[in-house]
């Protein structure tokens, strides 16, 4: 995972500012897992504010650059990645895939749309990491397509540990643009949190499905 530096505060700051992600560690939110959580991130929210989707194409693009170097084609996840893959696709002058969740029922029955040629190499877009699974999906589509995955990056990710497990076990690097602790910081510093909630909400992550407020 990446280390924190000043573009993972910014995203990080950003990701607040426009409400992408909510902090509610005394009224939590329940995810569809049943999971109780403080936390509630809605990446898709940054393609309304251009300035945040100016800088967020900006370093994705820098570290994907810096990290596998140009790839041959930009693999979008859906649906949270598409608009994401596109716009750094764009902004590096490559070929643009995106993966379906699951495979169409009529048609061609595609899983990925777009032309994927066997032996290019593809970075993966993706919005958010929870515990890595559609993610990971998606790599196996472009795998099992004859693309060659040489890494993914995705906005945020929790920082579960289910996730670095899975995504090792896949054999796929991942970076992302800013994590949960240094989310978490930056709350706490621009008072979107309480001093007394910032250890419940540090315990969350460590075991998500047993956490009580």
Not at 140 to 166: C, H, M, P, Q, W
């Amino acid at each position: 995972m990446d280390k924190n530096n000043d573009s993972d505060i910014k995203v990080a700051e950003f990701l607040l500012q426009i409400k992408a992600v909510k902090l509610q560690p005394n009224e939590p939110f329940t995810w569809a897992s049943g999971w109780k959580s403080p936390i509630y991130c809605d990446n898709r929210k940054i393609l309304s504010f251009p300035k945040v989707r100016t800088y967020i194409r900006q370093q994705f693009a820098e570290k994907l650059l810096e990290r596998f170097g140009k790839p041959d084609v930009i693999a979008g996840v859906a649906t949270g990645g598409i608009a994401h893959g596109a716009l750094v696709a764009e902004e590096l002058g490559v070929p643009f895939i995106y993966v379906r969740s699951s495979a169409k029922k009529h048609g061609l029955q595609n899983k990925i749309e777009g032309v994927l040629e066997k032996g290019q190499r593809v970075v993966v877009i993706e919005d958010l990491i929870s515990t890595g699974g559609s993610s990971l999906d998606a790599v196996d589509a472009i795998r099992e397509t004859g693309g060659d995955v040489v890494g993914l990056l995705a906005v945020f990710s929790y920082g579960f540990d289910v996730a670095k497990e899975n995504f090792l076990s896949k054999k796929c690097e991942y970076g992302t643009l800013t994590n949960y602790e240094t989310l978490i910081d930056v709350a706490s510093k621009d008072n979107y949190i309480e001093s007394k909630d910032i250890e419940s909400v540090k315990e969350w992550k460590k075991d998500p499905s047993s956490w009580k407020q």
